[in-house]
């Protein structure tokens, strides 16, 4: 074993730092609830997919012709996967660190902590492909349009007016809105298309295209998520609106992130970090719909 050690306000400095939330870094968990009562040991998560058909009516005394309502459920399995990195640090860094009395420089640890925020961004928005994980921007059965093009014909926010970009937003939220019992509360948008909302939304004002969205009381939460940049049909930038209620979407999360304990092998100490993820339980895909070629 080597001769230098870890101090306590080694570790707590690490902890601080890769444990300390950051809310831009996790872009998923701003809009959807966590479900983390889940055994970090299970290996897959089974749920339940609906579909449903059918209406009530208005029924007079003599009648008996009662409208039946039909629910398709569709059992899905889903694997929980752990997201790994690690970093280190070296005897000589901790020398250096107790030679001056001070705790350790914790930037690995920060860095620890964004690329899995990064990676467990990327499962909820986008998926895995090589895990057949499915995200809420390709998961099946959610709802895809090409947007519309506007007056310079094409479909890109870019070439577009203030009021058509609007256009293309309410025409996208009336897909799930019209759904019995769902309301959507959440846009989210590439990050250019999520700048273009700062542009004005016509010549006659100051207003913007985000002021007169949010004038609308459409959304609680308009979130801007890189992983939208190319995830629609050819590669196009796509939008996507939602009812984010855990009825809908859940994102599965049996062991938050969490450093394991130090390995030595000179001359360095090593830091495993690892945080077990199941991407999105997704149980009405229909509330989800997803607008591409903006």
Not at 232 to 249: H, Q, Y
Request: negative net charge; aromatic residues 8%.
């Amino acid at each position: 074993m080597p001769q230098v050690n870890f101090q306590y306000r080694d570790l707590e400095a690490i902890d601080n730092t890769l444990y300390e939330p950051k809310y831009e870094e996790l872009t998923a968990r701003q809009i959807l609830d966590v479900k983390s009562d889940v055994d970090p040991g299970a290996e897959t998560y089974s749920y339940s997919v609906m579909t449903r058909s059918g209406a009530a009516k208005i029924m007079g005394n003599l009648s008996d012709d009662i409208p039946l309502v039909d629910v398709d459920m569709r059992r899905v399995f889903q694997r929980i996967y752990s997201i790994v990195t690690g970093f280190r640090y070296s005897v000589q860094e901790l020398r250096n660190a107790q030679m001056a009395n001070v705790p350790l420089e914790t930037t690995k640890a920060g860095v620890a902590r964004r690329v899995i925020a990064e990676k467990e961004n990327k499962i909820t928005w986008i998926g895995d492909a090589v895990h057949n994980i499915q995200g809420l921007a390709n998961a099946e059965g959610i709802q895809t349009v090409a947007v519309e093009q506007g007056a310079s014909a094409s479909a890109r926010w870019e070439d577009k007016t203030g009021k058509e970009i609007v256009a293309d937003i309410r025409s996208l939220r009336a897909k799930v809105e019209k759904l019995p019992g769902h309301t959507v509360d959440t846009l989210v948008l590439p990050p250019d298309q999520y700048e273009l909302l700062e542009e004005p939304y016509n010549e006659y004002n100051n207003g913007t295209i985000r002021n007169y969205i949010q004038n609308q009381n459409w959304f609680q939460s308009i979130v801007r998520a890189p992983e939208l940049a190319g995830a629609g049909e050819g590669k196009t930038d796509a939008m996507l609106v939602l009812d984010s209620s855990r009825e809908v979407v859940e994102l599965l999360v049996p062991m938050d992130i969490t450093r394991h304990d130090p390995e030595w092998a000179f001359p360095n100490y090593k830091f495993a970090v690892e945080e077990r993820c199941g991407g999105t339980i997704i149980r009405y895909p229909m509330a989800i719909a997803r607008g591409d070629g903006i």
